[in-house]
C-alpha cells in the first residue's frame, strides 16, 4: 500500500481513484451496488431531512448514474436541486416585505 493509498483511507472503508472529489463514502465494507454508491457529506435541511449528492458508477460497464441531490428520499437532478434551493430562497425573500400593521 502506497502512502496516498493510505491516505485515502477512511474508518469504515476506502476512497477510490474513481471517487467525485466530494464523495466521504468508505468503499470495500458492502458488496454489489451499494459499494458502487458515492455519497456526500449530509446536509440536515430540516428537522429529520437530510440532503446530500450521491452518485454510482457501475466498475464492471463504468455506467454513470448521476450525480443527483437526495433530499430524504426524493432524487432531485442537480438542475432541480438548483431550481428547488432558488424557489425557497424567493420564498423566503417574500416573506421579509412589509406587514401591514
Ligand atoms: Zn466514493
Given amino acids: 500500500m502506497t502512502d496516498t493509498e493510505r491516505a485515502r483511507e477512511r474508518p469504515g472503508g476506502r476512497v477510490r481513484r474513481s471517487c467525485p472529489h466530494w464523495c466521504v463514502s468508505g468503499h470495500g465494507v458492502h458488496r454489489g451496488e451499494e459499494d458502487w454508491l458515492h455519497q456526500g457529506e449530509p446536509l440536515m435541511v430540516a428537522r429529520g431531512v437530510v440532503a446530500r449528492l450521491c ?18 428520499t426524493t432524487e432531485h437532478t442537480l438542475s432541480e436541486a438548483e431550481a428547488l434551493g432558488a424557489a425557497l430562497v424567493a420564498l423566503a425573500r417574500t416573506g421579509t416585505g412589509p406587514t401591514p400593521p
Fill in 55 to 72: 452518485m454510482s458508477v457501475n466498475p464492471d460497464t463504468g455506467a454513470v448514474d448521476g450525480p443527483y441531490v437526495l433530499v430524504g
